[in-house]
């Protein structure tokens, strides 16, 4: 059963920014959750590009830190991945997960369908 939906998704040409949310309308353990955004390309292995615990704390890997934004509205159980300046290795599909407890450990409670993004040289 899906109950994480992602939105956002789309084209843009290298530079550009896109803002990724998250729904977890159909999941009722957002607020105890690590939030995670994750993106995987065809032939790729799947990458986590973002985390947010429970208390705030973000995370993201080397390849896009400094670019991305990940942030959270508990009110209405909804996580979001800003991306800027965008570059053609961003092309992929991106998911948003959930799993109960801290960021560190724990089997993942929930995934979404995945939006594409598409970024153009």
């Known amino acids: 059963q899906v109950q994480l939906v992602e939105s956002g998704g789309g084209s843009v040409q290298a530079g550009g920014s896109l803002r990724l949310s998250c729904v977890a309308s159909?999941?009722?353990?957002?607020?105890?959750?690590?939030m995670y955004w994750f993106r995987q390309a065809p032939g790729k292995e799947r990458e986590e590009v973002a985390s947010i615990s429970t208390n705030g704390i973000k995370s993201y890997p080397d390849s896009v830190k400094g670019r991305f934004t990940v942030s959270k509205d508990n009110a209405k159980n909804t996580l979001y991945l800003q991306m800027n300046s965008l570059k053609p290795e961003d092309t992929a599909m991106y998911y948003c997960?959930?799993?109960?407890?801290?960021?560190?450990?724990?089997?993942?409670?929930?995934w979404g369908q995945g939006t594409q993004v598409t970024v153009s040289s």
């Open positions: 997960a959930a799993r109960v407890g801290a960021c560190s450990n724990g089997e993942y409670n929930a």
């Open positions: 159909g999941y009722m353990y957002f607020s105890y959750s690590c």
